[in-house]
Nanobody
Framework: QVQLVESGGGLVQAGGSLRLSCAAS????????MGWFRQAPGKERESLAT????????GYADSVKGRFTISRDNAKNTVYLQMNSLKPEDTAVYYC??????????????WGQGTQVTVSS
């Protein structure tokens, strides 16, 4: 199993940047693809980005392509989401997850507790 803890959320003005981190426990971290997701109040969970176990493959939702970058450091058991040019509509709780590569929520078995990101206009 993998336990995941997100950090780095907060309040930022529109146009600003944040970097989210997701620390994983367990020696099997590098066996999993990782993903970032978000959920705004009253909305379904949205897939944002995915990265393969090696970091060699990435994928993004159209809503964040060109603004968000996913990366991972297997030596530190950590995956990151660099978020630039933030917009008020990016406001949500952000989650990381471990599972199979892809942008489907159903591909992921292990989830963190989430971190709040609020973008003010």
């Amino acid at each position: 199993q993998v336990q995941l803890v997100e950090s780095g959320g907060g309040l930022v003005q529109a146009g600003g940047s944040l970097r989210l981190s997701c620390a994983a426990s367990g020696r099997t971290f590098r066996s999993y693809a990782m993903g970032w997701f978000r959920q705004a109040p009253g909305k379904e969970r949205e897939s944002l980005a995915t990265i393969s176990w090696s970091g060699g493959g990435t994928g993004y939702a159209d809503s964040v392509k060109g603004r968000f970058t996913i990366s991972r450091d297997n030596a530190k058991n950590t995956v990151y989401l660099q978020m630039n040019s933030l917009k008020p509509e990016d406001t949500a709780v952000y989650y990381c997850a471990a599972g199979r590569w892809g942008l489907r929520v159903e591909a992921y078995n292990y989830w963190g507790q989430g971190t709040q990101v609020t973008v003010s206009s």
